[in-house]
């Protein structure tokens, strides 16, 4: 399994962007997919996850009502669609994909239980 992400970029306050992350080799029935990212100086923090037996989707508190976490499973492809970005929202954003709904427990923020990391994709958001 091999995510790779796309549609990082420098915007301004307000801005939108759409992350995408497609992954390659993907076939479980299960998974849960989840966008981290890590600002310079700070720790990964989760941003959205989505587990798709059924389609259950969490946010972290500080983009709820901003972001939204879908996926186009028909071309195995995860997005993150990121309105009103702040400049507090500036980070290397990650796509991590897990086989099984386990990595979706508590909500899918341990890091270590997804499998498989793209490379990131910049976002910079100034203000």
């Known amino acids: 399994v091999h995510p790779v992400e796309s549609g990082g970029g420098s915007v301004q306050t307000g801005w939108s962007l759409r992350l995408s992350c497609a992954v390659y080799?993907?076939?479980?029935?299960?998974?849960?997919m989840g966008w981290f990212r890590q600002a310079p100086g700070k720790e990964r923090e989760g941003v959205a996850t989505?587990?798709?037996?059924?389609?259950?989707?969490h946010y972290a508190d500080s983009v709820k009502g901003r972001f939204t976490i879908s996926q186009d499973t028909a071309k195995n492809t995860l997005y993150l669609q990121m309105n009103s970005l702040k400049p507090e929202d500036t980070a290397m954003y990650y796509c991590?994909?897990?086989?099984?709904?386990?990595?979706?427990?508590?909500?899918?923020?341990?890091?270590?239980?997804?499998?498989?990391w793209g490379q990131g994709t910049q976002v910079t958001v100034s203000s």
């Open positions: 991590a994909a897990g086989y099984s709904k386990a990595s979706c427990s508590g909500g899918g923020w341990n890091g270590p239980r997804y499998n498989a």
């Open positions: 080799g993907y076939t479980y029935a299960e998974y849960c």
């Open positions: 989505i587990y798709n037996g059924p389609d259950i989707t």
